[in-house]
């Protein structure tokens, strides 16, 4: 991929990923806050972003969002290698458990 | 327990008295969260499902959020209560509503029962206000799990990283594992 395409797509992802934040946050503040794993601060100024700001925010040539899961356990449990609907059901609680907590550790 | 004096604080009561009679409460849950009359909640209640409350005592004991699989469920809709507790300014009631509904979405995308009730989700909270009960992380994957206070949890594995062998084999299971193959095979059939 050229620089350019590159720089182009992470503007997009950035843009999408708050404008998403953005509306979670005015749909159900509490929620949003454990889904995206985000500070009541950085919540509030996001919360208020204008469209330009948004823009401006978006441009920038970092992700503004990244891995939250920094644990190779959570991705096995969400690709559950195991046999059996009961065994992938219990895998699935397993990585809901583990990264519901993971939510409590992002958000202090 | 708040007292509804204004007309507004009377329509919020009964709003979130809703909330909990449409996620499945009990009339007990309702009795001890709101300040609206027991008769006003029956007749609230008859409204919006149609007959009368279930009757008898609530469930009391803490050793049903110990067995297996309610532990599982327990663990995960703690893990939503704290988050969201931590997170948010809201009443610790708002709370329930909100990590049952959460914990709700999870079991229903894995396929699973919803093996705790709002009713047993409040009373789960209130053992934990109590002291009778609280988390502690598992010593192999980390996650928190539902424990007795008093308990040693020195070196506590969960029951996910340790499976006991006849784990989720109940037979509710095994009745809707049928029950899908049953499914499957009249569709071949209507199909061929």
Known sequence: MKVENLLNEIREANLSYLILAQNML???????????????????????????????????????????????????????????????QAAGMHAAILMTGNAIEAVV | MKKAKTVLGEARQIALASDLIHLGARL??????????????????????????????????????????????????????????????????????????????????????????????????????????????CTECGGNFVVHTYELTGGYVCGLCDMPSRAGKTRANRMAAYADAENESTEVALAG
């Not at chain 2, 149609?50 to 532990?71: E, H, R």
């Open chain 1, 26 to 88: 005015r749909a159900d503040r509490a929620e949003a806050l454990v889904r995206l794993g985000l500070s009541e601060e950085v919540a509030r100024i996001i919360d208020q972003l204008t469209a330009g700001q948004l823009l401006k925010i978006a441009a920038s040539n970092m992700l503004m969002c990244r891995f939250r899961f920094d644990d190779s356990l959570v991705w096995n449990l969400l690709l559950s290698h195991t046999r059996g609907a009961e065994n992938a």
């Open chain 2, 28 to 137: 007990q849950v309702l009795e001890s969260e709101t300040s609206l009359s027991r008769e006003r909640l029956l007749k609230l209640y008859k409204e919006i499902v149609g007959k009368s409350p279930p009757k008898g005592m609530l469930p009391f004991s803490t050793d049903w959020f110990m067995t297996w699989q309610p532990n599982i469920h327990s663990s995960l809709y703690i893990n939503l209560f704290q988050s969201l507790n931590r997170s948010s300014e809201l009443d610790e009631i708002e709370v329930v509503i909100h990590a049952y509904r959460m914990y709700r979405e999870y079991v229903a995308r894995l396929k699973m029962p919803e093996v705790l009730s709002v009713t047993r989700a409040w009373r789960l909270t209130r053992f934990f206000d109590a002291g009778m009960l609280t988390s502690t992380a």
